[in-house]
């Protein structure tokens, strides 16, 4: 028995990879560009500490304006949309760039977080949630009665 290694590197002997790179319509959709491609959603961080959730968000180069953080039915919700135009006009010629950044991320909430004390705080890059702990009411343990 023969074990073969497969890659993801395009070898020569394979067309497709030529095809994909002359093929414009289909450059940047194709198949060895997608280890390349930029992921959509931040990274989060979930932190339990005895009082509280910390939920830490890698989200750089937006403003505290651009996020938009609710509660609906025991699902925290963040989201932030943010466009970019930047022109440049020089001498010759005029150059303009348009940037869209977009995400939304969802939470279901634990039964044992106060809805109404969530703090939200956006400070180099990190856009960082505090969710309060509410203390659940303890439930009566058992009590047995004997049948007389």
Request: no cysteine.
């Amino acid at each position: 028995m023969t074990l073969v290694k497969k890659t993801n590197f395009p070898f020569l002997r394979n067309e497709k990879w030529m095809t994909d790179f002359f093929d414009t319509d289909r450059f940047f959709d194709a198949d060895w560009m997608k280890p390349f491609a930029v992921p959509t959603l931040p990274a989060v961080n979930i932190i339990e500490e005895p009082k509280e959730f910390i939920i830490e968000l890698a989200v750089p180069g937006l403003n505290k304006k651009d996020f938009h953080i609710e509660v609906t039915n025991g699902m925290l919700n963040i989201s932030a949309e943010k466009e970019l135009e930047n022109e440049e006009i020089e001498k010759n010629y005029t150059r303009k760039e348009y940037n869209f950044t977009q995400f939304k991320r969802s939470f279901t909430l634990p039964e044992n977080v106060s809805d109404e004390k969530i703090k939200a705080h956006y400070e180099d890059g990190i856009l960082k949630l505090q969710v309060a702990k509410k203390e659940l009411t303890q439930v009566p343990q058992k009590k047995e009665i004997k049948v007389a």
